[in-house]
């Protein structure tokens, strides 16, 4: 069965440094997204992607984010000066149309020290 | 905001009996989707169920969703040790397609 897949499954990297978090959805699939789970909290929007654009995002997802799918398989997400708050397990997802069902990857856990 | 609140916040019961998870929310939607998390893992989808649907069944799993009281339940009969793990629902607006997640409900099965 198809799975969305995320490297790397930890990353470990100190404030101030830019991290990559990539993805690869689900092939058909036509909509990406990145959610991300502060330990212990609840899974939060980060932002949602569509015909090579954003198309919904949220508070959290600042002018230190970036998302870009490079290529026809990968979606990354980028952090460029991590911050200490930024620690979280992050979750891609895809989906094959708007309102259907979202797939999760297993998540990358990032830790910025 | 339109997520999800799950209720009860723990739930632990005895192998083979009935699990029942409650999910309410806050404005009109276009899904609600059941999600399991075992610790520290990705998010597993369950079931969707639209907002014209009123129940959903998957295996050993029944949906229901009541759009007039905003709210949704996730029964699991028949419960097993493997059934242990959080709980969420996510609900996503009318007017877009972000999902919002509840702080789940961490449901302990003994055996």
């Not at chain 1, 992607?49 to 998302?67: A, L, P, R």
């Not at chain 1, 870009?68 to 398989?73: F, T």
């Not at chain 2, 369950?46 to 029944?62: A, M, W």
């Not at chain 2, 996730?74 to 997640?101: G, K």
Request: aromatic share 10%.
């Amino acid at each position: 069965e198809p799975e969305v897949t995320q490297t790397p499954s930890h990353q470990v990297t100190q404030m101030g440094q830019e991290v990559i978090l990539r993805c690869v959805p689900i092939s058909n699939h036509l909509y990406f997204y990145w959610y991300r789970q502060i330990l212990g909290q609840k899974v939060e929007f980060l932002v949602s992607f569509y015909n090579n654009e954003i198309s919904e995002k949220s508070e959290i997802f600042d002018d230190q984010f970036s998302v870009e799918r490079p290529d026809g398989s990968n979606f990354t997400l980028k952090i460029r000066s991590t911050k200490l708050e930024d620690s979280a397990m992050y979750f891609c997802a895809s989906s094959a149309w708007r309102l259907d069902t979202q797939y999760f990857g297993p998540g990358t856990r990032l830790t910025v020290l | 905001s339109q997520q999800g609140e799950e209720d009860p916040q723990a739930l632990s019961i005895q192998e083979g009996e009935n699990a029942t998870m409650n999910c309410s929310y806050k404005t009109s939607i276009n899904n609600l989707q059941w999600y399991r998390q075992n610790s520290g893992r990705g998010l597993v989808h369950l079931i969707l169920i639209r907002s014209n649907e009123r129940e959903k069944h998957s295996g050993r799993l029944r949906v229901t969703l009541d759009t007039s009281k905003k709210s949704s339940s996730l029964l699991i009969t028949a419960s097993r040790a493997a059934d242990t793990a959080s709980y969420f629902c996510a609900t996503d607006a009318s007017n877009n397609n972000d999902m919002r997640f509840g702080a789940g409900t961490r449901l302990t099965v003994k055996p």
